[in-house]
C-alpha cells in the first residue's frame, strides 16, 4: 500500500516501524461545539485509511484525541457560564454519536487533554532542561523556535524571514507569523477556574503540547503515522514535531497524511455564508448517515470535496442502484457453495485493491465497483450468473464492504421511500398545502412511519 508522505511529498510503500503493527494518531475534535461535516470529511479519510492498512493485512493502534481544554472550550464555557468539563461532556457525547451515525469504526483509544496534564508537565520540563523552551516573565513557557533547526520541515517553511524571539500567545497562527509557541500558558483573568499547578506556576497547556505528550503517552516516542486535515500541518503539526523530536531526540512520525479542504457549493464554508452544515443539519433534512458517508469518501482525500444537496441525491441513487443489485443477487444465490467469481467480479476485484493500495484512490475502488455491478446486472438479465457464483460475488461485496462500510443496509434504517416522502411533506408545508402534507402523512402512516417535529427537524419513528 503506498500513501503520500507530507513530510518528504513522495508516494512511500507504508511499512510498520514495528512487527506488523501500524501506530496511528489522529487529531480529534475540540469540543466546543458539535462537529461540522467538514470535520467528518477528515474523520471519514480516517477511517478508511484504517480501513485498509486492515485490509491489506497490517493490524492498527489508533488514537484519537479530544481537545477538552484550550482557547475555544475555555471561551465557550465561559459563554455558556458552565464549568469546562460540564461544557465539554455534551459535546463529546455528541461526538460519538456522531461516529456512530457515519459508521466510523472506533480508534483504540479516545484520551482527552483534561486527563492527562501531569503528562504534559513532564514533557514540557524535559523541554526546559534541554534548553528548548523557556519561561517568560508572565510565567508562561514558550518552546524557542531557533533552537530546533529542523523547524519547518513538515510545512517546507523557508524560515530565512523569522524574526528570532517573538512569541505567539494563541493557539492558532499564520505561517508568516512563525514565532516562539506557547507550551503552556500562565493562568489569566479569563481561564476563570481552569488553572493547574505546574513547577514553574499556575497555568494550562497549549493546544500543541496536548498531542505530544498524549500520542508519546500512547504510541511510544516514535511511531509509524499521523494524520490530520492541511490545516492542521501549520502550525499544529509542525509544532508537534518540533516539542517531540526536541525531548526525545528521535524522529517522531515517520508518514503523514493530510486530507484537503471540504468546500460547500463551490465556496467555502462559513456562518456568514450560510452554508456552514453540522452532521446534525444534514440529517434533520431526511439524509441518512450512510449517504453522507458515501458523499464524503467518494472523493480523492487529497482534492477538495464539493458538498452539495445535488451530492446527496446522487448518493441515494447510487446507494439505491447498490441494493438492488444486492437484492438481486440473493434472489440468485441459493447458500450453496462451491461457485466462484466470474471474469467480470475477479477484474472488479483487482481495480478495488488497485485503487485502495494507490493513495486511497477511492473513486477508482467504486468505479471498479460500479462496473462489476452493471456486469452482473447484465450477466443475471442473460441468466448467465450461476447460484454459486451468484453467492461468491455476495462475499466479494462483503469483503468491499469492510472498507466502504455503506453496503450493509444499517438494520433500523429508515428506507429512501420514506425518507422521500418526509422530503415531501415539507416541501408540501413549505408551500401550505396542507392538504397534501396530511396525504404524505398518512401514506406514512401505511408504511409504518411517524413523524416527530424535534427542534433540528422532523424525524420518523417506527410506529
Ligand atoms: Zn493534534
Redo the contacts with the bound molecule.
Keep these: 500500500m503506498k500513501i503520500h508522505n507530507t513530510l518528504t511529498q513522495q508516494l512511500e510503500e507504508l511499512i510498520p516501524l514495528e512487527g506488523n503493527t501500524i501506530r496511528l ?1 489522529t ?2 475534535p475540540t469540543v466546543y461545539n458539535v462537529a461540522h461535516i467538514g470535520n467528518f470529511r477528515a474523520y471519514i479519510f480516517e477511517d478508511v485509511l484504517r480501513r485498509s492498512i486492515k485490509y491489506f493485512g497490517h493490524d492498527v493502534i489508533q488514537v484519537m ?1 479530544l ?1 477538552d481544554v484550550d482557547d475555544k472550550t475555555i471561551a465557550g464555557a465561559r459563554q455558556a457560564g458552565v464549568p469546562l468539563d460540564a461544557f465539554t461532556r455534551a459535546y463529546k457525547t455528541a461526538f460519538f454519536e456522531d461516529l456512530k451515525t457515519l459508521n466510523i469504526e472506533p480508534a483504540e483509544h479516545y484520551p482527552a487533554a483534561t486527563e492527562h496534564i501531569p503528562e504534559m508537565i513532564a514533557l514540557i520540563q524535559t523541554l526546559m532542561a534541554k534548553g528548548y523552551a523557556y519561561r517568560s516573565e508572565d510565567g508562561s513557557v514558550y518552546f524557542s523556535v531557533s533552537s530546533f533547526p529542523a523547524y519547518g520541515k513538515l510545512a517546507h517553511l523557508d524560515m530565512a524571514g523569522m524574526r528570532p524571539g517573538a512569541r505567539v500567545q494563541h493557539d492558532e497562527y499564520e505561517k508568516e507569523n512563525v514565532a516562539d509557541f506557547a507550551l503552556w500558558k500562565a493562568w489569566d483573568e479569563k481561564d476563570g477556574d481552569v488553572v493547574w499547578d505546574a513547577p514553574w506556576g499556575r497555568g494550562r497547556p497549549g ?2 503540547i ?2 505530544s505528550a498524549m ?1 508519546t503517552r500512547y504510541l511510544g516516542e516514535s511511531f509509524d503515522l499521523h494524520t ?1 486535515g492541511v490545516d ?1 500541518i501549520f502550525p ?2 509542525e509544532d ?1 514535531i518540533a516539542q517531540s523530536e526536541a525531548a526525545s531526540g528521535k524522529p517522531f512520525v515517520r508518514y503523514w497524511m493530510h486530507c484537503a479542504h471540504l468546500i460547500v457549493d463551490g465556496r467555502k464554508m462559513s456562518k456568514s455564508l450560510g452554508n456552514f452544515h453540522t452532521l446534525r443539519d444534514v440529517m434533520s433534512r431526511g439524509y441518512t448517515g450512510r449517504e453522507i458517508r458515501y458523499v464524503l469518501m467518494a472523493g480523492h482525500y487529497r482534492q477538495s470535496l464539493n458538498f452539495s444537496f445535488e451530492s446527496l441525491v446522487g448518493a441515494r441513487s447510487a446507494l439505491q442502484r447498490l441494493d438492488e443489485f444486492q437484492d438481486r443477487l440473493g434472489q440468485v444465490a441459493t447458500g450453496l457453495h462451491g461457485g466462484g467469481l466470474p471474469d467480470w467480479a475477479e477484474l472488479a476485484r483487482e481495480k478495488f485493491d488497485a485503487g485502495l493500495a494507490d493513495d486511497l484512490n477511492i473513486s477508482e475502488s467504486l468505479g471498479a465497483l460500479f462496473d462489476m455491478v452493471h456486469a452482473g446486472n447484465r450477466a443475471i438479465d442473460s441468466k448467465a450468473l450461476s447460484a454459486g457464483d451468484a453467492g461468491a460475488v455476495q462475499a466479494l461485496l462483503t469483503r468491499f464492504d469492510t472498507i466502504l462500510g455503506f453496503l450493509a443496509k444499517p438494520a433500523d434504517t429508515v428506507p429512501v421511500e420514506a425518507l422521500n416522502l418526509l422530503e415531501l411533506r415539507q416541501q408540501a408545508r413549505q408551500t401550505k398545502n396542507w392538504a397534501e402534507a396530511d396525504r404524505v402523512r398518512n401514506e406514512l402512516a401505511i408504511l409504518g412511519w411517524i413523524i416527530q417535529d424535534t427542534p433540528q427537524g422532523p424525524k420518523l419513528k417506527r410506529k
Design positions: 494518531y487529531c480529534g484525541n481537545t493546544w500543541h496536548e498531542c500520542a490530520g492542521n499544529h503539526h508537534e
